[in-house]
């Protein structure tokens, strides 16, 4: 049984379901308590945001082993996701399911896709970088990796500082051959944080790696 949220709980701002699936089916859903902007997951959402994650965000979502209590896996994340469209943590658990479901390492397809979760969740906080960076990563990883160059750029528009998402869009652009775009970004990663060595490696075989 979906557990209430307080009654005092006021929603950040509407959150309706915008866009459609990757097989042009439009996004719809319910809308439940909230929605809740996790970007503002301080003060007076604290409360909200525990009361959610103790009942339906477990440690048994999260990791993916199972649902809350005796809840269903989906619609705890569902629920979540519902009550805060641009929940990170939940955003990257619906795309490893779906990732799963694409490899047959999952049975059951999820009722609501993971780009009209996304969807919802940019429209809601357009000035949230995650969700972007978690579109980008998820179109890559179905095979729309055209698609994912607009989701990064947008991300890297917004916060061009970001180790984490200049790391990931550059090896977005190094499958598509763009490397000297491809250098520009794996610098920024490099320069501001400890990626991981490998992409600086494959640039340089490539011989597109120049030392400023």
Known sequence: MAL????????????PWVGASLAGVRCTGTVGFGPFDYTLRG????KNLEIVESHHYTAAVDNAVGGADSGSYEGDLNYTLRAWPNHHRALLSVIK?????????????LKTSPECYLQRAINYSPNDIVPYSLYGYYLRK??????????????M???????????????????????????????????????????KEKLIKLGVWKDD
Do not use: C, W
């Open 4 to 15: 209430l949220l307080p009654l005092d709980a006021v929603a950040n701002k509407p959150a």
């Open 43 to 46: 003060g007076d959402n604290v």
């Open 142 to 155: 179905v095979g729309h990796i055209e698609d994912s160059v607009k989701f990064y750029e947008k991300a």
């Open 157 to 199: 528009a917004l916060d061009p500082e970001n180790e984490k998402v200049a790391y990931s869009y550059s090896l977005v652009l190094m499958e598509l051959k763009r490397y000297d775009e491809a250098v520009k970004f794996a610098k920024v990663a490099y320069h501001h944080g400890k990626a991981p060595k490998n992409l």
């Open 97 to 109: 399911y779906q990732i799963n479901f694409e490899n047959k390492l999952a049975q059951t397809k």
